[in-house]
């Protein structure tokens, strides 16, 4: 079996210069400054010596990486949390929440403080500030409710991950909680739960009817684990300050691709949007995936809603405002399927967006060619109801096992039909009918151009756009800059 080719770095992703990183932690926006905090190995490529790595962006396009802001300790790794912006009276402020996960196989909630914008933090003396006992008790994401006097109150949600529950805790002053009920568990028993978060939104942007989205990551454990890997769902209800109540007890799949885990959102963006960014990864094959002297990648940022779809609330993610302004510095091109494939140049950072209607032009076959036999494969044909996305081929065989896949996604032949892809090295993220579903997936096309084709089962119409991505100095690597340079 052939290796894998080395794959490109991502250009407009986030992803470290160097070693291992994983989920998103700590997103918050801060005078004008976008934070990312992440789970990261200072020493590896591999996961271990847990720490919160650290990269701020202007525009949530080009990022700048900054030192470790909290490194593991003797005897204690810091797993993921959250960052809560600055209270009114203290804009200088903001609170971090992480799980300190000690090497007795001991979880609990700590707490740290920043004055400088976020790029140093003291650690509270009395950590752990929030502790059960238990072993696997973390990933404390801290949101802000607002009752109808107006008054603020922070409700934290953690996971007890093996009983896939969720704990919803509330505090006054960010600093003593109280344990106000339990969500779980639901659906498979064979996971466990993390990376909670709790997301007000309005349906069909209608502000006197707002549910709240309880988004959640599963992770299959056992030794006959599910080969799909891990992956994100989310449940849409009604939240009164102390219970989640489900709309409909079951969990609904976030992203039907399989790279996309450990999503959270912003705390204080713009607006009160709900920005998220997820981890490119999975468990299943994290650790083999063939990118040095990085290893992990975060999503697009994506803006949440809520839309009805088929008579309920469901979720909707729309790319950043930045891939828009990249897809409209190009020339709209209609392309006649049928007669004949038609043949795109891509680079390795690019963006593709296609319109055609399904009653007209039957089967469309869209397949993107790299290095040797690697390939991706996009299909929708209007009987099956579903899109299909295939990577196959040896480099992807020699990944893993179980990296070859093919994802679907429901895509009704009734209505024109829009696709979205975002190409950037290894990251392909496919956004359909402007976000109603979404496919995340980790690809292995190599470096260099890529071969886009595009046909179709009649002589139809197909509306394309393709702009390659200008790469920044340093090939798409984020800045690195010290301390001094951040607080300039």
Not at 52 to 79: C, F, K, M, N, R
Not at 310 to 318: D, F, H, S, Y
Request: hydrophobic letters at 40%; one cysteine or more.
């Amino acid at each position: 079996m052939r290796t894998a080719p080395r794959v490109p770095r991502p250009a407009f992703h986030f992803a470290p210069q160097r070693h291992w990183m994983n989920d998103p932690n700590g997103l918050v926006v801060h005078r004008g400054l976008w934070h990312l905090y992440f789970q990261h190995n200072p020493e590896g490529s591999h996961w271990g010596n847990m720490s919160w790595g650290h990269a701020t962006s202007t525009d949530l396009e080009h990022w700048t990486e900054h030192p470790v802001a909290l490194p593991y300790l003797p005897g204690e790794q810091i797993y993921s949390g959250s960052v809560v912006a600055p209270r009114p009276g203290d804009e200088d402020l903001l609170t971090a929440y992480y799980t300190s996960a000690y090497d007795d196989d001991h979880q609990a909630q700590s707490r740290a403080t920043s004055r400088d914008g976020g790029f140093t933090w003291e650690l509270d003396p009395d950590n752990p500030v929030l502790d059960r006992g238990t072993s696997a008790f973390r990933d404390p994401k801290v949101v802000r409710v607002t009752d109808d006097a107006g008054g603020v109150r922070w409700i934290m949600l953690c996971v007890e991950a093996d009983d896939r529950q969720v704990l919803f805790y509330a505090s006054d002053d960010l600093r003593s909680w109280e344990h106000l009920s339990t969500f779980g568990p639901l659906g498979d028993e064979h996971v466990v739960w993390e990376c909670p978060d709790l997301i007000p939104l309005a349906v069909d942007g209608d502000p006197h009817d707002v549910r709240w989205v309880l988004t959640l990551s599963t992770n299959p454990v056992g030794d006959h684990a599910d080969p799909e890997g891990s992956s994100m769902s989310y449940v849409v209800g009604h939240f009164d300050g102390v219970r989640f109540t489900a709309d409909e007890p079951r969990l609904v799949r976030l992203d039907h691709g399989r790279d996309f885990y450990a999503g959270v959102t912003f705390d204080g963006a713009p607006g009160g949007a709900a920005i998220m960014l997820g981890w490119m990864s999975n468990w299943r094959y994290a650790d083999t995936f063939p990118s040095a002297p990085w290893r992990g990648a975060m999503s697009l940022p994506r803006r949440l809603s809520l839309r009805t779809i088929e008579g309920a609330p469901r979720l909707v993610q729309e790319p950043p405002g930045f891939v828009r302004a990249h897809l409209a510095r190009a020339t709209r091109t209609t392309v006649l399927g049928a007669a004949q494939p038609r043949d795109v140049a891509l680079s390795d950072h690019a963006l593709v967006e296609l319109r055609w209607d399904p009653a007209s032009t039957g089967a469309l076959r869209l397949g993107l060619q790299g290095e040797g036999d690697a390939r991706v494969d996009v299909e929708h044909t209007p009987g099956s109801g579903t899109l299909r996305i295939t990577r196959s081929g040896s480099a992807a065989e020699s990944v893993h096992p179980d990296f070859p896949w093919s994802s679907t996604v429901a895509l009704d032949a009734a209505a024109p039909a829009r696709l979205l892809l975002s190409l950037d090295g290894p990251l392909l993220e496919v956004f359909v009918n402007d976000g109603e579903s979404t496919v995340s997936n980790l690809v292995v096309l190599g470096s260099g151009s890529t071969t886009m084709t595009l046909d179709t089962e009649r002589h139809s119409p197909v509306t394309l756009t393709a702009v390659d991505v200008p790469v920044p100095d340093g090939a798409g690597a984020p800045v690195l800059a010290d301390r001094a340079d951040a607080l300039a």
